[in-house]
């Protein structure tokens, strides 16, 4: 395998928010691609060292874990820092730590608005700007974990759905200002994992009534999707992959 250049062995990738759900999904197929992992995560201790232990019971020595609130923007170039000492290296960033809760207009309040955007736009900024000398080094990526409501907006949800829409335009920008060293792209997942506040069964089978596949998709289509853009789209940047079985096909 060492002279595929397609071969993920040894490279590295910090993910943020990775302890659980679509962040867990997209660390273990990365590690078992060949991948070392910086597992980043705020309160999820348990999950996370669960998950290390997992993945280290395969291969020894190749995952480390950070814990942070990436909502304190003065300790992200330190968090990256840290992720790029363990190996010396890193090859791909995924800011795949969101928040997500309704804002019903009317109720907003400043906080809100703070926490949504800094969470989801303003940190992977930070973290992006950051990553860049160490990334550019290696040829390296940046995948931004979009939502298809950047494009159509959730009712109840309007700073939510700004928060996601301002994400995809910084991957586009951030494609133009890294390229030719880094490529950077977007994910927008769709019916992938429902909220963890109560979705009501008639409102889950109007959503997949939605879809073109007529089902949902799971948490390793989101994986399978990041380790294409990472390994095998050599020409593929400022791009948003929809993973939503068509749901942006229908009103």
């Known amino acids: 395998m060492g002279n595929d250049t397609n071969s993920l062995d040894g490279k590295v990738a910090l993910i943020t928010g990775a302890a659980q759900r679509i ?13 070392k992992l910086v597992i980043h995560y705020r309160n999820s201790d348990l999950a996370a060292r669960r998950l290390q232990q997992l993945l280290e019971s395969n291969r020894s020595h190749s995952v480390t874990l950070l814990q942070g609130d990436l909502h304190q923007t003065q300790t992200l170039k330190g968090l990256v820092e840290e992720a790029a000492a363990v190996w010396g290296r890193l090859d791909a960033l995924i800011n795949n730590a969101s928040t997500f809760y309704p804002t019903p207009f009317g109720t907003i309040t400043e906080n809100q608005w703070d926490e949504l955007l800094g969470i989801n736009l303003k940190a992977p900024l930070f973290l992006a700007q950051a990553a860049a000398p160490y990334l550019t080094q290696q040829q390296g990526n940046i995948i931004n974990m979009i939502d298809i409501h950047a494009d159509r907006p959730l009712k109840e949800h309007p700073v939510y759905s700004t928060s996601k829409a301002g994400l995809a335009m ?21 019916a992938i994992l ?33 380790r294409f853009l990472i390994r095998d789209a050599h020409y593929i940047t400022g791009q948003i992959l929809n993973v939503d079985g068509g749901r942006t096909l229908s009103n």
């Open 194 to 226: 429902w909220p963890e506040n109560e979705i009501n069964a008639t409102t889950k089978a109007e959503i997949i009534a939605r879809t073109a596949l007529k089902r949902s998709g799971a948490p390793s289509d989101i994986a399978h999707t990041i």
């Open 170 to 190: 910084l991957t586009k920008s951030l494609a133009r200002e890294l390229g030719p060293e880094i490529r950077v792209n977007g994910v927008a997942p769709g």
């Open 23 to 35: 962040g867990a999904a997209t660390a273990q197929l990365l590690h078992h691609s060949g991948m």
